[in-house]
């Protein structure tokens, strides 16, 4: 007996990472962008990476391909699937309109395979969005379909993550009558500085500077206002509220609105968790992204680790903006591998 999963919305691989390391066989990745498929394939082997629109896929079809019957109760189904829509950051929502409802379409396979379980990880606005979420059409459907389940907005810092990153979370199985989250636990280790600097495998480096090596410690350049900026900020957590009353550094938008996106322009802290790494965490000025100590915004491999990527992960793409997006838009493989270990647990004392 072991558990199995297919990863759809798999993107780089972070969930399908972490749960291979808890022990779970992770049959294949499933994402309709490319740009993905060799950072997948390249850390996830043997699974394969499936680019395919799942809004055009039928379950037969992918059931054939990868050899999965229906009613196995030792299959996962997990959807990650494009969280922009339900965000609380400020996107252009009708780029993203598409996306929103792809929770639809991972009804279709969840209801065609009838898995043994079912986990599903996004923003919290999936649940709390309650005027445009379609959540509740799909707890209708597990529950009709003899689902328990239970979902609730955990704070990955207290699954392994160095991170202050709130997610929505949902685990469902047809094997029991009653199931629980994993327990979260509070870790006092899980914060910037066990995570970066010297000590930890990152030499200094300057804003600009570009690592050729697999490694990708690499960090944007900085205009010469915001390289300014950055050495005016206070070591160790300072804000943009240090130069507000300097007419060369004060940017035009915020004037009068220190209130307001505190962290726009702001240094991380070495002892407190990072906070949310996003698909533009290598950018000084899109959020609290700029490095402890050292006057840039963090790396390409600083945000991985972040994202407890392991150093020995490589990101395969053409530019530093993809590779970030793709670092940005993972699920923590520390919170995926405390999922898959959850999730066996619950198989072991059923088999039982």
């Known amino acids: 007996m072991a558990l199995k999963a297919i990863d759809f919305f798999c993107g780089a691989g972070g969930m399908s990472y972490g749960l291979a390391r808890s022990g779970v066989k992770i049959l294949a990745g499933i994402d309709c962008d490319p740009a993905c498929k060799a950072t997948y394939e390249h850390n996830n082997k043997p699974a394969c990476f499936l680019e395919r629109d799942i809004a055009t896929l039928h379950p037969i079809e992918l059931a054939t391909e990868l050899g999965v019957e229906r009613n196995d109760d030792d299959l996962i189904l997990v959807g990650c699937s494009p969280c922009q829509f339900w965000s609380k950051i400020n996107t252009d929502k009708t780029k993203s309109q598409k996306s929103a409802f792809l929770l639809r379409e991972f009804e279709r396979f969840v209801d065609w395979f009838n ?18 979420t379609i959540l509740p059409q799909f707890k209708n459907f597990l529950e009709s379909n003899g689902y328990a389940y239970a979902h609730a907005v955990i704070n990955a810092n207290r699954y392994g993550v160095p991170q202050k990153r709130k997610r929505y979370l949902l ?24 995570f970066l600097g010297v000590k930890n495998g990152f030499r200094r480096i300057s804003a600009g500077h570009k690592d050729k090596t ?23 957590g300072g804000t943009r509220a240090s130069w507000k009353d300097d007419p060369d550094l004060q940017i035009e938008a915020y004037e009068g609105k220190d209130e307001i996106f505190r962290d726009v322009y702001a240094r991380m802290y070495w002892d407190k968790p990072a906070p949310t790494i996003t698909t533009r965490f290598n950018s000084f000025s899109n959020g609290r992204f700029g490095h402890p100590t050292q006057n840039r915004a963090i790396s390409l491999r600083e945000g991985a680790t972040l994202q407890t990527f392991p150093k020995r992960y490589v990101f395969k793409a053409t530019n530093e903006f993809t590779i970030a997006r793709q670092i940005g838009n993972a699920v923590p493989p520390a919170l995926a591998k405390r999922l898959g270990c959850h999730l066996k647990k619950i198989r072991t004392q059923n088999a039982c």
């Open 171 to 194: 685990i469902a199985t047809r094997l029991l009558e009653k199931i629980e989250l994993p327990k979260g636990r509070k870790n006092p280790r899980l914060i910037v500085r066990n």
């Open 115 to 132: 898995p043994g379980f079912v986990v599903i990880e996004n923003v919290p606005g999936l649940l709390t969005k309650k005027k445009q």
């Open 214 to 236: 697999q490694f990708l410690h690499t960090a944007a350049k900085l205009s010469a206002d915001n390289l300014r900026r950055m050495r005016t900020t206070p070591k160790n």
